[in-house]
């Protein structure tokens, strides 16, 4: 069954540095999404990309993060200065025909900030 | 403020038995609804989707809709040890998001 897959499963990072969180979209998916996952919290919503643009975002899309499909595989998120409320579960997702039939998910990168 | 609700459990039920989980949401023009079941320190794996109102079944999964009541739930019948797990409920509230609950976590006991 196809997957999404992102790397690295889990990533540590010096409060201040930028990371970039790495997402192999199903290879046919046209809609793709970064949702993230405070210990202990509800999934939250990030960001969506379709058609090589942000088509929405959540109020924690701040400028301080940027999402980029910078080839026909990848899709990445990028936190330029990360804080330590940033430590979180990062999914990727993907789907097909946009929400309407649900989505599938990465296995997450666990971002842990110092 | 849109929100989704679900009671956070634990829900203990005995193996055999049938879990029941529900799901309330405040958008009364939300049109998909989904079921994830996340294992702890895992990803959510989607389990059920439903759209109309009424039951939707699935193997040993029934979701159910009330648009009016803004309720959706879950059944698992024949509850396994293996179905211990979050369940997340996550809706589709206009736009391309999903909002998701805060999941109920659900213990089989053998």
């Known amino acids: 069954e196809p997957e999404v897959t992102q790397t690295p499963s889990h990533q540590v990072t010096q409060m201040g540095q930028e990371v970039i969180l790495r997402c192999v979209p199903i290879s046919n998916h046209l809609y793709f999404y970064w949702y993230r996952q405070i210990l202990g919290q509800k999934v939250e919503f990030l960001v969506s990309?379709?058609?090589?643009?942000?088509?929405?975002k959540s109020e924690i899309f701040d400028d301080q993060f940027s999402v980029e499909r910078p080839d026909g595989s990848n899709f990445t998120l990028k936190i330029r200065s990360t804080k330590l409320e940033d430590s979180a579960m990062y999914f990727c997702a993907s789907s097909d025909i946009g929400t309407s039939y649900g989505y599938t998910f990465g296995s997450g990168t666990r971002l842990t900030v110092v | 403020q849109k929100e989704v609700e679900q009671n956070s459990g634990p829900l203990s039920v005995p193996e055999g038995a049938i879990a029941s989980l529900n799901c309330t949401y405040s958008?009364?023009?939300?049109?998909?609804f989904f079921w994830y079941r996340q294992y702890s320190g895992k990803s959510p794996e989607l389990i059920m989707s439903i759209y109309s109102n009424g039951d939707k079944e699935d193997g040993r999964f029934t979701a159910q809709l009330n648009k009016a009541s803004q309720y959706v739930s879950l059944l698992i019948r024949d509850s396994q040890p293996s179905d211990s797990a979050t369940y997340l409920c996550?809706?589709?509230?206009?736009?391309?998001?999903?909002?998701f609950g805060p999941g109920t976590r659900l213990s089989v006991l053998p």
């Open positions: 990309f379709y058609n090589n643009e942000i088509s929405e």
């Open positions: 996550a809706v589709n509230m206009r736009g391309q998001n999903f909002v």
């Open positions: 958008d009364r023009g939300s049109q998909s």
